[in-house]
Each structure stands twice: as C-alpha cells, then as structure tokens.
C-alpha cells in the first residue's frame, strides 16, 4: 500500500510534467514494414532450433549479452560502489 | 560491404523466401496458432467477407487431447449477387440433400463460424462424403447459413465453389504441439471440388501412382473424373500429418476411365507416391466398400469381386495407429484409439481395444457392451468385415462403429447395421461416463486375446460438448471427494475435531494479519504489469513517435522471450504463373523434423548438436577470456 502510493505519486506527477504533450504517432505504414520484418525473422526462427539446441540458446543468449557489456556492467557497479563512502573506493 | 553484413542480407533474403506469404495479399487461410487459441484469417482478396477476416476461438481448457480436423471452410457464392460467403462446415456424417438431419455439430454463437471447432472429438469424427451416390454433384447442395444452423435453401441457389481443410493437433492440454497443414490453401481453379490439400499435393490433379512395391507406376488425369465418387473416394483417406493416404482401391494397372465407366479394375491398392510410403508394407491392404460396390455398380460395370481369399492378409479400411506405435511414421492419427480388428493383425500398426465391458450411454439408451463378445461378428470403423480371408457380406451383419479418443470421453455408435446405415446419417453424440480409457485400454496382440498396455495415461476430458448426452452424476470422484471434504456440517463433530477446529483458526489468524502486514508494504501482483502496460500507453499516446523506439524494444524483447522453438519448418507456397493464374508448383512444407524419423539421421544430428554445444561453450569461455582480460588491462 505504501509503496503502491509513493508509485501512484510519481506517476501522478510525471503525467502532470508531460501531460500537455501530444505528438503524433508514428506513421502506421513504417511501423507496418518493421513487423512485417520482424515477422519475417521471428516466424521463421523456430529453424535455428533444428541447428542449434534451444536450450543451449536460451543459456548461451543472455549470457552473451552480459560478456559483450561487462565493461559498462563493470563501471555502471563501480559506479553505484563508490557512491557509499563506507567502503571507500576510488 | 562487411562479411556480417552480407551474411545478414542473405539471412533475411532467405526468411523473406520463406515468409513469402507476409509480403503479398493472396487468397489464403491463415492459422495463427498460440497456446491459448487460434486465429483463422480469412482471404479477402477481392471478396466481400462479411467482415469475418479473422476469426478466433478459444481452446478450451482442460482438454487433454486436440484433434481438429478438418476444417471445412466452403466459400458460398450467390451467382445473383456475387457476393461470397465463407463457412466452415463439417460434412460427412450426414448425407441428407437438405442438411436438415444434421444434429451433430451446432453452430451455437452468433456469427462465430469456428465455434463447432471446440468440439475437436466431434470433428474427427466426421469425414468428407460429399459427391456421394444420393449427391450427383457437390454444386447441387443447396443451403443456407441461417440462424446458425444450416438449412436447405430453396429459393435461392449458392454454390460451394470452394472447399478446404486444414488440420490441428494438439497434444495436450492449451500447449500447442504440431500445427499440421500449414500450407495455405490457395484457389486457383479446379479446385473446387476437392480439399485443398488434395489440390496442393496432387498438383492439377495428376495422380502417379505406384503400387505397393513400387515397380509400378500409373498415371491418370483426375479432372477427367466425373462421377462424384471418386471424389468421395480420394477426399476420404488421409492422416494428420500431411502423408496423405489416398487408396485408390480397385484400380489396376490397366485402368481406363471413359465414358463414365471404370474398366479393367481389380482389387489392389495403390499409394499415391511420395505421400503414404509409411503404408509401404509386406502385407496387402484392400478393403471393401459396399458403398463403392453401389457407386459403380450403377455405373453398369461389373467391377467388384467380393471373393479376396487368395489374399491371405487381413485388410482394413481407414488408417489406424496410434501414438505407441514404435513405427515412427506412425502417429496420431485423427481416429486415434479407432478400433480395429483383425485376425492376422502385423506391425507396425497397433490399434487401441477398449476391452472388456464398456457402459456406452447412446441417446437415451444405456446398455452394457462387451466388445470383446462382439468381435466375432462386429467389426469396427469404415465397411471392413472380414472373416478368413472373405469379404463377409456387410449388409448382413450388425455393423457398428466406434470412435473414441484415447482418455477422451467420447465413445460413438453408429445407429444400426451397415446396410442401412452405412451412408452415415446416424451419428449422434454419445458421452461415456468419464472412466479413465487406459486403464482398460489394450493393444490387441495377433491372436486377439493378448494385449499390452498402453502407455497412454492422459487424463479424461470431463467437459460433455453440446451434442453428448450424460447421464447420471456429472461430477468426477475426485470431485465429489473434494466436495465431501469440504462440508461445512458440524454436527458429528467429535472433541479431537472440535480442538483441530481452534488450531486452525488460530493458524489462520496469524496468516492473515501476516498478510495484512505485508501487503502495507508489498504491493499487488498485478500491481507493476498493470501500472507499466498503463503507463507505456500513456506514454505512446502521449509521446507519439518519440517513444516509438522504446515501444519497438519492448515489442523485440517480448519477442524473443515468447519464441516457439517447435516445429522446424518452412514452406514454399504456390508458385502460380502470373498470366494465365495456372499453378507451377504446388506449395508445400519440409519439416527438418521429418528426417529425424530416421534413426541414423537422429543419431548424427545428436551428435551434431553435442558438438555444436562444444563449440558454443568453448567459444563463450575463450570470449569471457578475452573480456576480462581487457577489462582488467584497463
């Protein structure tokens, strides 16, 4: 309850700062095109799953995605670490 | 241009070879399958649809079991007024001219076309009879979709000028298991008359045929055909998985069709090639049909010889196996659990028994059947009696049909004897009453009294569908065990239950102000989905194209958490000469799946995959390597 307030209050208020804009959407026939592309690969990536394992894809995948971003996980960790002074890292 | 790059260009050229139908509005039926239900898009290309372009049903929880087929989808056309209407319809239990005995299947919600498909145990017991002996032509059927019934029309003259089928398995209960019949069933002409999957594989209607050991091979023109019979006769045979079982019984070699008459016809069977190799067997399949015997014998030719004894194996009409065949081209078949029967009975088809005593609840009727006791004189399923080696006179003995599903609740008797009732009027619904199928389920050995048990243990379906009839206590035991516990009656009540009474009570006490405290401060489940999906519609409607990017993220990531790995496959659609709109090649699906039924080929792709994992890994442990040396060399 309390915290479902406290989020009821941030939200009430970003609403408040942004709730005099109104841009327009999208266009509908490009966002058409990027479905359909992504339709296009993901209708049709149940045959990877003949190629490789898909549990293996699904270790493997997230995995991947935190080796190639390790150096920004690193300094984002770092980062909060040196905001607490009792552990005094520089 | 880099080497990802093209590597990427050529990945997508061949998805959008693949995905061909995505960039072109072609008269197709598209199934989109998910977990929780089906969507059928309708063609609209050129054709006033009655604003059902999509459709969608619900699959019902519960059910253990799917079988959906077929799909019927007639596309109506008034000549008057051009106008085409599009209708799933299940044809074949019901012979009538005017449709008004049709009792099995009701379309019981407004302007839900596909609603009879939540009845799959119904619909698989239904196949296509149209162009039968009392129906000189599929065109002459005349009715009308009128509150949500079908009815005979009179007045005005429609013409089904389109028909197809599709197919659904579902294995169990809400996981979507095999999509079967992808293909999209395209109009193209001349397909009018047949199913479309008919239409697709037997491309313009040219049959080659080979004979069971494949030395043989017979070419006719399908389109040549104009007794309606033989369409009945094609469109009755088929298995869900897209090997077409199209027995052409009593053609020879020498088969000549002129003038309306078949000549030189002999018993045999032949298998059109390429789709029903897995029939392919040492034994002979023949099978009798009094029907065809009427058919042809109107015709004026002799043509049938009842007298099969030189054939020493048994026969069978329909295609029986079951999901524990330990032939691996066997699989489930839309009759599963059909009943066979049969003195010299060969692998690799087993056939489900519902042995011993069996209550069947049949309209009003409630009697005990030992199938076991009706098996020297009751056969089972399509128009095959068969007694050493002979061909009984089916007419003459009491003729029964049960279909059922394995741990389904649907067990169905035909209403009488084949002679009268072989043209298929009588089914009506029938339940049983909800027993567990496999604990007496059996597969019949060769000599008819030893049998195996099944390894089927799927739970039965307790839902009745609108045309079964129950009787007696609709609730389960494990229900009324439940319900029993769950008495809020007191008065016998002992000292000991009084105590446990005040325990509990007490117990619940602290659980709920546990759960008072908590929720002070842990909001609701829904809480965060419901405040995100809200917020980021307000966000889109607010921000407009600014958010779009964040929009197309999240749209990826749900993506790629919600991809289905089932079936590896594609498929080709029609390719269709632009100009004069004839058909080059027939659409068609490879599943990769499929080569795996061979043993050899699964073991190398086992193989293959462990060293795919190797490489995998390794490559990920010599990366991780890499990138914490750099990150430490910083």
């Known amino acids: 309850m309390i915290i479902e307030s406290i989020l009821n209050l941030?939200?009430?208020?970003i609403k408040f700062v942004f709730g005099w804009l109104n841009l327009p959407q999208f266009p509908e026939s490009l966002t058409n095109v990027v479905d359909t592309f992504l339709d296009l690969i993901f209708n049709n990536v149940s045959l990877l799953g003949f190629f490789i394992?898909?549990?293996?894809?699904?270790?493997?995948?997230?995995?991947?995605?935190?080796?190639?971003?390790?150096?920004?996980?690193?300094?984002?960790?770092?980062?909060?670490?040196?905001?607490?002074?009792?552990l005094g890292i520089e | 241009m880099k080497l990802q790059t093209k590597i990427l260009l050529i990945f997508i050229l061949f998805l959008a070879f693949l995905n061909k139908e995505s960039f072109g509005a072609m008269d197709t039926f598209t199934f989109n399958?998910?977990?929780?239900?089906?969507?059928?898009?309708?063609?609209?290309?050129?054709?006033?649809?009655?604003?059902?372009e999509s459709?969608?049903?619900?699959?019902?929880?519960?059910?253990?079991?799917?079988?959906?087929?077929?799909?019927?989808f007639l596309i109506i056309s008034s000549s008057a007024t051009n106008v085409y209407l599009y209708y799933p319809i299940i044809t074949g239990s019901y012979l009538n001219t005017d449709f008004t005995n049709r009792v099995a299947f009701t379309f019981n919600t407004g302007n839900s076309y596909l609603n009879w498909l939540y009845m799959p145990e119904n619909a698989a017991n239904h196949y296509i009879t149209y162009g039968a002996t009392n129906l000189p032509g599929f065109v002459e059927y005349k009715y009308n979709f009128n509150n949500n019934t079908w009815e005979a029309t009179n007045s005005t003259t429609y013409t089904i000028n389109k028909s197809a089928f599709k197919y659904l398995k579902y294995a169990t209960a809400n996981v979507y298991n095999t999509y079967i019949g992808s293909d999209s069933i395209s109009f193209t002409g001349k397909g009018a008359y047949f199913p479309s999957p008919l239409v697709d594989?037997?491309?313009?209607?040219?049959?080659?045929?080979?004979?069971?050991?494949?030395?043989?091979?017979?070419?006719?023109?399908?389109?040549?055909?104009?007794?309606?019979?033989?369409y009945d006769e094609l469109m009755g045979y088929y298995n869900n998985d897209n090997r077409y079982a199209i027995y052409l019984t009593d053609y020879t070699a020498d088969m000549v069709y002129t003038d309306n008459t078949y000549t030189?016809?002999?018993?045999?069977?032949?298998?059109?090639?390429?789709y029903i190799d897995f029939l392919t067997t040492d034994n002979s399949f023949f099978y009798y049909s009094e029907y065809y015997n009427k058919v042809l014998s109107n015709s004026g030719t002799k043509i049938f010889n009842k007298d099969i004894s030189n054939y020493t194996k048994?026969?069978?009409?329909?295609?029986?196996?079951?999901?524990?065949?330990?032939?691996?081209?066997?699989?489930?078949?839309?009759?599963?659990?059909?009943?066979?029967?049969?003195?010299d009975y060969t692998e690799p088809y087993k056939c489900y028994f519902i042995g011993s005593s069996q209550t069947i609840y049949y309209a009003n009727e409630k009697s005990n059947h030992n199938i076991k006791d009706l098996s020297d004189s009751i056969y089972y399923l399509g128009y095959i009696d068969g007694e050493n080696g002979k061909v009984r006179d089916i007419s003459e003995v009491p003729f029964y049909v049960y279909n059922f599903t394995l741990g389904g609740n649907y067990f169905k008797r035909s209403t009488g004897s084949l002679g009268e009732s072989h043209n298929t009027g009588g089914w009506s619904g029938g339940g049983r009453s909800g027993e567990d199928v496999p604990d007496n389920s059996y597969i019949i050995g060769d000599d008819k009294t030893t049998s195996t048990y099944p390894k089927d243990t799927v739970t039965p379906d307790t839902t009745p569908d609108n045309d079964s009839i129950y009787i007696g206590d609709d609730r389960t035991p494990q229900q009324e065990i439940n319900e029993d516990n769950t008495s809020s009656d007191t008065s016998n009540w002992g000292i000991l239950d009084f105590i446990k009474g005040i325990f509990d009570n007490i117990s619940s006490f602290v659980a709920n102000l546990l759960d008072g405290f908590t929720g002070l401060f842990v909001p609701d489940d829904d809480f965060f989905s419901n405040t995100f999906s809200g917020l980021d519609e307000w966000f889109t409607g607010r921000l407009g194209f600014i958010f779009y990017p964040f929009d197309l993220t999240v749209n990826i990531f749900n993506r790629i958490v919600n991809i289905d790995f089932g079936e590896p496959r594609f498929e080709i659609p029609d390719i269709i000469e632009p100009t004069t709109g004839k058909k080059l090649i027939a659409s068609r699906e490879f599943n990769f799946n499929d080569i795996l039924q061979n043993e050899t080929f699964a073991n190398l792709h086992e193989i293959y995959l462990i060293i795919v994992d190797g490489i995998i890994?390794?490559?990920?442990?010599?990366?991780?390597k890499n990138k914490f040396g750099e990150v430490m060399s910083k």
Not at chain 2, 33 to 52: A, C, H, K, L, W
Not at chain 2, 264 to 274: D, F, H, M, T, V
Not at chain 2, 317 to 339: A, K, P
Not at chain 2, 617 to 624: E, G, P, Q, S
């Open chain 1, 10 to 13: 941030f939200l009430g208020f």
């Open chain 1, 53 to 86: 394992r898909p549990d293996t894809i699904k270790i493997v995948l997230p995995v991947l995605i935190i080796i190639i971003n390790f150096e920004k996980l690193y300094k984002f960790v770092m980062w909060i670490l040196r905001k607490i002074p009792i």
């Open chain 2, 33 to 52: 399958v998910s977990s929780t239900s089906v969507t059928v898009d309708m063609p609209y290309s050129g054709v006033n649809i009655e604003n059902i």
């Open chain 2, 55 to 72: 459709k969608s049903f619900t699959i019902g929880s519960g059910i253990t079991k799917h079988y959906l087929i077929p799909y019927h």
């Open chain 2, 201 to 230: 594989k037997i491309d313009l209607f040219e049959l080659n045929l080979t004979d069971k050991d494949n030395n043989q091979q017979h070419k006719f023109n399908l389109a040549t055909f104009s007794d309606s019979a033989c």
């Open chain 2, 264 to 274: 030189n016809l002999s018993y045999g069977s032949y298998n059109i090639s390429g």
């Open chain 2, 314 to 343: 048994r026969f069978y009409f329909n295609i029986v196996y079951s999901e524990d065949s330990n032939d691996t081209n066997v699989e489930i078949s839309e009759y599963n659990g059909n009943l066979l029967l049969s003195d």
């Open chain 2, 617 to 624: 890994v390794f490559a990920l442990i010599n990366l991780l």
